[in-house]
């Protein structure tokens, strides 16, 4: 399955956005979807995951109450809603694909999309 995630972009703090992860060449009905975020000079960091069916969702305590999670398997797409943000929520996000465990694990996820620009000013 290939991944391209769209959506970043530069917004104040306290600004909304929504980000797209759309797949082709397989269905995404068929796997746990997450989102990763990797900040300037800082490893790579879980933000949240999505069960194949939606019912399930998990997120990292830094973005608890904030970011959302949703997919629509018709649409083949993934989105991750920011809400609130906070300038240490500037980072390059990754949606990712896997298909065995709901996991925080970054191992756990085979496919990965490309990634999009997140900047939050102050």
């Known amino acids: 399955v290939q991944l391209q995630a769209s959506g970043g972009g530069l917004v104040q703090a306290g600004g909304s956005l929504r980000l797209s992860c759309a797949a082709s060449?397989?269905?995404?009905?068929?796997?746990?979807m997450a989102w990763f975020r990797q900040a300037p000079g800082k490893a790579r960091e879980f933000v949240g995951f999505i069960s194949k069916n939606g019912a399930s969702t998990r997120y990292a305590y830094s973005v608890e109450g904030r970011f959302s999670i949703d997919r629509d398997n018709a649409k083949n797409t993934v989105y991750l809603e920011l809400n609130s943000l906070k300038p240490e929520d500037t980072a390059v996000y990754y949606c990712?694909?896997?298909?065995?465990?709901?996991?925080?694990?970054?191992?756990?996820?085979?496919?990965w999309g490309q990634g999009t620009l997140v900047t939050v000013s102050s």
């Open positions: 990712a694909a896997g298909g065995t465990y709901l996991s925080t694990n970054e191992q756990q996820y085979d496919y």
């Open positions: 060449g397989r269905t995404i009905s068929t796997y746990i």
